[in-house]
């Protein structure tokens, strides 16, 4: 938790700096929320990391579940079940 905050702390002081340097004094409003669900969502996925590894006490194993996981149900399986799912597919382009 500590570490994710510091790296998009650490992220977030850069492109401040950036933008300063070219005149852009302002974020954007929602950059709080944002920064408060990614160090949520890096820490949810380091308990699912701590939980794969305790009930395979295997590295390989842990790596390989968590991979075929994405791999296998979150682009093949969740897509053709659920149509509201997001296929990481971009739309077809509409003809004019």
């Known amino acids: 938790m500590v570490l994710s905050g510091l790296t998009f702390g650490a992220g977030l002081a ?3 700096g950036e933008l300063s340097a070219h005149g852009i ?3 954007p409003p929602g950059t709080g929320q944002l ?3 990614s160090v949520a969502a890096a820490t949810l996925m380091g308990v699912i990391g701590v939980a794969l590894g305790y009930l395979t006490r295997s590295t390989v194993a842990a790596v390989v579940c968590a991979v075929g996981w994405i791999a296998f ?3 093949i399986v969740l897509p053709r079940w659920s ?3 997001p296929s990481g597919r971009s739309p077809a382009p ?3």
Do not use: K
């Open 14 to 16: 850069t492109i401040v």
């Open 25 to 27: 004094h302002h974020l």
């Open 83 to 85: 149509p509201s799912w």
């Open 73 to 75: 149900v979150e682009l």
């Open 35 to 37: 920064y408060a669900e």
């Open 94 to 96: 509409q003809s004019s």
